[in-house]
């Protein structure tokens, strides 16, 4: 784990959450770590999907929005603020919900169709394009508010550039951008500090805000999967010390990823469920797998082949 300037801002009492700004020049000036323990059931259990997951991730939006709401929303009208979907795997970010439940209003939303697309030739680097784009809800002096699950940050790069194209088209002023990430990477972070820089020059009075979920994940060369244990990550204590007592050593550096494929885990669990019992069985295999690991991982796959019975269950 870096040696990184990062300090305890609040803890909420009665949502029962911590966040902690993370100081370093290579991230956005606004950088902050939450955690909560809605985050640590998705991120933790890389098993689950559907149902289970679903209201878990409408738990963490709750929290995001209440962290967004204090530090950044205080004063805003509903008039001045959007969410901006990335189409499909946005949706599942439930923003909406969480701003729901803390505001009691809807929040507007724009929509863009965008795909990760890997380059030609090269190990992990990836493109995006944007494919269908709704921007009726795009207000002036606008505050932004984005949730994304960043590998290397191509999808979230190329979005957030389509959407200042947008504000340029309409001669509309930014206010505020924030982005929220249940698993962000530090590779992802720094694409985001890239961001910052050029919304600080298209609109220099504009604050970036980036919110994450327990760490800044470790990327692999595959620029896809997310991992716990590394000495590039960026965590508090209390989550290195969660990653210990869920996985241990082991497991911690070597679970395939902290969300596995995100838009397959939300769109299709049958096919999740088989990719993670194909990853625990090959695990498992392994001379160097110590016993924890082969506890923590047994019962992933009994509850995995259980959800998959479960979707069996006739109508």
Known sequence: MQLINMQLIYREEKKNYSVYKVCESALPDNTF??????????????????RELQSNMEKVAEIFMDAIGRMVLNGKRISQISELVFLAGG???????????????????CFLGIKRQRIEGSEGEFTAV????????LPDNATVIIGDTIATGATLQKGIYHLLDAFEERNYTLENLVACSLACSVNGAQIMKEIE???????????????????????????????????????????????????????GREMKCAVFDWGTRCKNPIKHYHEFLEFADTALKQDSIDSKSVEVLERMKKETKEALANLETVL
């Open 33 to 50: 770590i939450i955690c909560h323990e809605s985050a640590e059931k998705i991120l933790y259990r890389p098993h689950i999907a559907g």
């Open 91 to 109: 949706i599942y970010y439930q923003l909406n919900y969480g701003f729901k439940k803390n505001f009691r209003q809807a929040i507007p939303q």
């Open 130 to 137: 944007a494919t269908y784009e709704n921007f009726e809800s």
């Open 197 to 251: 820089r050029r919304i600080k020059r298209d609109f220099p009075e504009a604050n970036v805000y980036l919110f994450v979920a327990e760490e800044l994940f470790h990327l692999m060369p595959d620029g896809t999967d997310l991992r716990f244990l590394y000495d590039d990550c960026i965590m508090p204590a209390e989550t290195k010390e969660r990653i210990k007592r869920n996985y241990g050593d082991y497991l």
